[in-house]
């Protein structure tokens, strides 16, 4: 079907011979060469256009909005032509989504629904009904929002929750702004929950406004379409781009951005340092009611950000007025909660003495639980989910920046990129007229409802570290490596390190490839240099929110015989192996205690603390002196409920820095063998007859720390294939 209004517009935009035609504030990136490789495949088209709108994050969010085509197709029954729509399916992202993350519906099946559509009290049950619209039975599942494109006669439609439209539609006279802007070639619907009702809506203001080029969603978002993909793509950033214009010629004309500024940041090395030493004690608060049903210490992962966007809102005067109202698109709200906590604590405050912190934020936490408890009765239904974590998901904290805490990184990351779109939106809003929310009844509806918490319960099991920072020392190759990848298999966030500043390059590049950046962060250290072990637990703390679990892997290795032992070879050792075990260990637990749910240790000792060997005086005692170090610790730290274990390996020869030069040539000639022959000799000398790689040290730790010996400490897990004399007795 076509309709009039496709040809009232013509999109050809102008080469302002910057390769942007034109725009401003949004980007323009379509490739005629690389969208001719879709000719005459409208849903190739489709994903391409989907991809080039969710690469722009002014354009919308991610995992947010929805795109879809209706193009003919072959009916399998009867080979007849139909008409077949393929929309973003449930869940996706439309800045990565493919082909499989769509969902295709006979149009005319879907439109038919109407027929037995009861009203919006039984809006739910119409999604079930989507499935007997489904053409392609084995593409994605439609998502809530299949009948707003449905109803819509156009072959290209994009639905988006760009800031700057949002700014308008959540503005309080965002329907007159519209019209008047658009000269009423934009229509006007009020907010709606999304669904079959919001569809028939949508449909009813095309009736009732033939010509328009899109329509404005009331504290939604945006729909405009095309009879091209690119007729679509230009008609969505010509209007995103008005809006945004729009915005930017409003700000200064009612007063400074959010009321002027009532205070100045910290510098920037003042914020992070903040910021790395509180968030331990936030990450510990919001991480309560999860850790307290978790013996294995896993708790909330942090995000940290000091945006300059966010910056300018935490410090304005009209902080205190706007955050409690939340946010108003439900894209936003479904990522950050009603609201965010706003900290009551000053930017030079001493945060040296965490009990003290904590006395001052915990009544603070204790009120923004009761708010939250309290929405919760008010607006609940007879039939609404069991209420979920009364903690904050966004913490404000004025002059320093904004906290995010999530069940794992990416998903507080995002959160921060939500509340940061909810920051735009506030701010446009503000400038050209007044900000408003949802209702408190309407989030919650959002928030309970019972297809999103479907959604919840369809979600895959966590993995066993899931939650769980780990810092491993000397991971950027051999053991540490294979230890920190094993757990971020097994869903940790971990922090690389090395005091080698060319091989952590190329560790990082290789985790950046095989994990993204979701998943770990990098710092040198040197067990030996207090000052950048602090630098490492800081930048676990800005990258994640403290820490749960240290590794202790640094070693070095020197065999001697006694008389040619240097005193500088013995210092060299006991500073690594030890001291370095010493320092590393006390700064992992002051973070630990601020978080106040426990953790672990695990140290990567040897069979050499055990067992004497020739040529091993300096070696053989340091490791001796970590053994016994790791049972005073589990001793001292049982209290806390942090856990101290070690795993003993022997001759873990791969991609060891140790075995690389002069201790592989000492222990052959301690044995009479030649380096080349030192993996069998150490195989051939064990029960079992194997070689130990780094990945059986790796499964070892996991052991400890995979759940199941969360109440075992002051343990030695041997891993050496079997040496006799190195049983512990």
Known sequence: MKNEQANQFQYAPVDDGGGNKGFQHVSYLWDDVKAAEFAGDEVGLLVYRSNLLGADLRLTNYGGGNTSCKAMAKDPLTGNPLEVMWVKGSGGDLGTMKRNGLA????????????????IAFEDEMVELFNHCIYDLASKAPSIDTPLHGFLPFKHIDHLHPDAAIAIAAAKDGKQITQELFDGKIGWVPWQRPGFDLGLQLKQCLDENPGIRGIMLGSHGLFTWGDTAYESYINTLEVIEKCAQYLEDSYGKKGPVFGGQKMEALPKEARLQKAATLAPVLRGLCSESMASNSSAGAGMVGHFTDDERVLQFINSNHLGKLAPMGTSCPDHFLRTKISPLVLALGANDDLGNAELVKQKIIPQFVAYRQMYADYYTTCKHANSPAMRDPNPVVILYPGVGMFTFAKDKQTARVAAEFYINAINVMKGAEAVSEYTSLPRQE????????????????MPKPKALSGRVALITGSAGGIGK????????????????????????GAKEEFAKQYGKDVFTAALLDVTDKATIDAAFEAAALAFGGVDVVVNCAGISISKPLEEHTERDWDFLYDILVKGQFLVTQAGVAIMRKQGFGGDVLNIVSKNALVSGPNNAGYGSAKAAQLHLSRLNAAELGKDNIRVNVVNPDAVISDSKIWAGAWAEGRAKAYGVTVAELPAYYAKRTLLNEIILPDDIANACFVFIGGLLHKSTGNVLNVDGGVAMAFVR
Do not use: H, M, P
């Not at 295709?104 to 009203?119: C, E, H, Q």
């Not at 309970?448 to 919840?456: D, G, H, M, Q, T």
């Not at 294979?482 to 390059?505: H, M, S, T, W, Y």
């Open 104 to 119: 295709a519906l006979y149009v005319d099946r879907l439109r038919s629904l109407t027929n037995v559509y009861k009203g």
């Open 443 to 458: 989030a919650f509806n959002i928030e309970y409802w019972l297809l999103e918490e479907a959604k919840l319960q369809r």
């Open 482 to 505: 294979a230890i920190a990848k094993k757990f971020a298999n097994e869903g940790a966030c971990v922090v690389i390190n090395d005091n080698d500043a060319q091989r952590l390059e």
